[in-house]
């Protein structure tokens, strides 16, 4: 779990630097455990205008005003990096 939290935050450092954008999807392989890890990082506007359906109006509004006023700063919560196995 070392070296996936590892390229988990090397991802998030090229985000933050401006290299990469989100959502950004990744895979990690992990060879001695035969394991594939698909891991898409979001923020939270961009989470909630891609999944609007599950969420309120006032939240997809606050989501649209955030995205609109550029101030939003890179967060990364663990509810918005989904990993698939």
């Known amino acids: 779990m070392k070296r996936l939290r590892s390229i988990f935050q090397e991802a ?7 290299q990469e954008k ?7 392989e992990e060879p ?3 394991q594939r890890f698909h891991i898409v990082v979001w923020d939270r506007p ?3 205008l891609a ?10 509004f ?9 101030k939003v700063l890179f967060q ?4 918005f990096a989904a990993a698939t196995f």
């Open 22 to 28: 989100v959502p950004l999807a990744f895979s990690y």
């Open 46 to 48: 961009r989470f909630v």
């Open 76 to 79: 990364v919560e663990p509810l």
């Open 12 to 18: 998030l450092s090229l985000i933050q630097a401006g």
């Open 32 to 34: 001695r455990y035969r």
């Open 51 to 60: 999944h609007q359906e599950h969420y309120r109006p006032r939240t997809i």
């Open 62 to 70: 606050n989501a649209k005003a955030q995205r609109l006023s550029q």
